[in-house]
């Protein structure tokens, strides 16, 4: 563990220093951001009227969409000449978010992904391959000076040309590797083409994030390399990496609840979710400087849990994000996400294939249909077989989305495609 | 002699012309039908048949990204008479055989019918019935 003395923190001790950092925290906004000052005034509310944790839902949400009204620097509450460091976000739509850092938040960030990486079992004797792009995006250089603050031997590799990281990672003999899930596998994959044992490199502990991957992907990457694979997470809105990060008890991600006060909402009705629900994440940062964020609503979705890990740590578990909330469909009061779906198909062996999700209304009710493009692993010349794999498919959406869909199955390449990818939701219920 | 018959079985959806396409396919490629079965729902169908050439059937549906598949199945000669698919199915009962599905044509020009079974399992089939029943083999359909 990187700081004890915080990371062990009983459930009470945890809320106590978020009340109070959060006080501060709005107080700070309020003083120090125009942008802030202007929603909390239009609604009548004070810095003041934040007395418990349960009355930070009296304060407005901020989106992506105030970043990038306030671009660049309006979100800001310092002058960017007293900044040390600005880092951006690559936007899919538009203008990228640009975030800066103080001094003082480049040393709690290093320390927060000092605290990520020690959590998955990294210590000062790890030697770690670091293949996050070095520039704007918040990966590399977030990655890199946490673990040289952990006291480890960093190699800055960056990102590209995978024969030669694969040539550092056998000359080298690094024990960590630091990417994106997707590029483990990558690198896997290159190494048995060019013929390389994979279990005659050094690695021992994989650090994978800046994208959401699977418990499969995880199963797929420990197989393939010799490795354990460990998730962490973090946006550049609110930091970066090390927003929360898995232990070696892989349970969820411990969220660094001493900086950030997570709340999850109904992405739908905005209200928060039972206890251990799941709906969208929302972060406020508790302790940053030049760029505090309340109640920011990261449109991921995850469910939290609070009871003491197995590890000694009291720190609330995020499970894996299961979906973005914008690809969330509400069938009959349920929330859906196409990664359910995703799963469900997955569990059965052979059918991953294209679908689609059509949904209807049927006198006033909704009406949800799987469409599954056929393939020859669950197409039989039996009709009693052919019907098992139709039940085996809706028996098992039902176990995960926990209501009923009607599944059929059409011809390949018959469902509508846009780049290359077949429409996932058809929405013809209106509104 | 073998006894194990070809058949090409074809997923295609209910809607208008799929099973058209296969037979236009089928044309194009100078394949001739010679026994066929259609088993559907609403939603799609399981279209079961044996040609002169399946090989080739097989091929070409493929390139048109029908989901084919092949399976074998066996063809019984039976007698174009009342009582005749009684009599038959009667010796495979007493074979204690289970019957997946059957289909049959009638051979006007040679003055016979042909029942095709697909059995749980085939070669199981074979060996209990041979003596009792006449099999066909894949040349009959090539030839006749
Ligand atoms: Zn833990």
């Known amino acids: 563990m990187f700081e004890p003395e915080v990371e062990l923190l009983n459930r009470e001790q945890i809320e106590e220093l978020q009340l109070e950092r959060l006080k501060k925290t709005v107080h700070y906004a309020y003083n120090n951001v125009r942008a802030y000052k202007e929603k909390l005034d239009s609604i009548k509310i004070k810095p003041q009227d934040i007395k418990s944790l349960q009355d930070i839902i009296k304060l407005p949400f901020t989106t992506k969409e105030d970043f990038r009204q306030n671009y660049p620097y309006g979100m800001f509450a310092k002058d960017v000449k007293s900044l040390a460091r600005i880092h951006a976000s690559s936007g899919t739509t538009g203008k990228s978010t640009i975030v800066g850092y103080t001094k003082k938040d480049l040393d709690t960030w290093s320390n927060l992904v000092a605290r990520l990486a020690a959590c998955a079992g990294v210590g000062s004797d790890d030697i770690v391959h670091i293949a996050f792009g070095y520039g704007l995006f918040t990966g590399g250089f977030g990655l890199h000076y946490g673990l040289e603050k952990l006291g480890a031997t960093v190699i800055p590799v960056s990102s590209g040309n995978t024969r030669r990281q694969i040539q550092l990672i056998t000359d080298l003999k690094p024990t960590v590797l630091v990417c994106t899930p997707s590029y483990a596998l990558h690198i896997a994959e290159t190494l048995r083409k060019e013929n390389i044992d994979p279990n005659s490199i050094s690695l021992r502990i994989g650090l994978f994030g800046a994208e959401p991957w699977s418990e499969q992907m995880r199963k797929k990457l420990e197989e393939a390399l010799p490795i354990k694979a460990y998730d962490n997470y973090g946006l550049s809105e609110v930091m970066g990496p090390g927003v929360s990060a898995e232990c070696t008890y892989q349970n969820g991600m411990h969220i660094f609840e001493d900086h950030f006060l997570v709340e999850i909402i109904d992405p739908d009705t905005l209200d928060p979710v039972k206890e251990g629900e799941y709906g969208e994440l929302v972060i406020t940062t508790l302790t940053k400087e030049a760029l505090p964020v309340i109640r920011y609503r990261t449109r991921d979705i995850t469910k939290l849990d609070k009871s003491k890990c197995a590890c000694g740590r009291y720190m609330a578990r995020m499970s894996k994000p299961i979906g973005r909330s914008d690809d969330m469909m509400i069938i009959r009061g349920v929330n859906v996400f196409p990664t359910q779906i995703e799963e469900a198909l997955f569990n059965i062996e052979g059918v991953m294939s294209a679908y689609q999700i059509v949904l209807e209304k049927e006198e006033a009710l909704d009406k949800a249909t799987l469409l599954v493009e056929v393939n020859e692993n669950i197409f039989f010349d039996e009709m009693k077989q052919q019907r098992l794999m139709l039940e085996k498919i809706k028996y098992e959406l039902k176990t995960i989305l926990g209501i009923e869909l009607d599944v059929k199955l059409v011809e390949p390449y018959s469902l509508e495609r846009s780049e290359g990818k077949a429409k996932r939701i058809i929405d013809k219920r209106g509104i | ?144």
């Not at chain 2, 009342?82 to 289909?103: H, K």
């Open chain 2, 1 to 144: 002699m073998d006894y194990k018959i070809t058949q090409i079985s074809v997923f295609i959806e209910n809607k208008k012309g799929r099973f058209y396409n296969v037979t236009k396919i089928l044309k194009e490629n100078n394949i001739n039908i010679r026994a066929l079965n259609l088993a559907d729902t609403n939603d799609f169908g399981i279209l079961r048949f044996c040609v002169n050439k399946p090989e080739v059937a097989y091929e070409a549906l493929k390139k048109e990204h029908f989901i084919v598949k092949k399976n074998e199945i066996l063809a019984a000669l039976m007698e174009d008479r009342p009582g005749g698919l009684m009599e038959l199915l009667e010796i495979i009962n007493e074979a204690d055989l289970n019957i997946e599905y059957v289909y049959t044509f009638v051979n006007a020009k040679a003055g016979h019918a042909v029942i095709l079974l697909k059995f749980e399992n085939i070669d199981e089939a074979y060996e209990k019935l041979k003596n009792k029943i006449h099999f066909l083999d894949q040349e009959y359909f090539i030839e006749n």
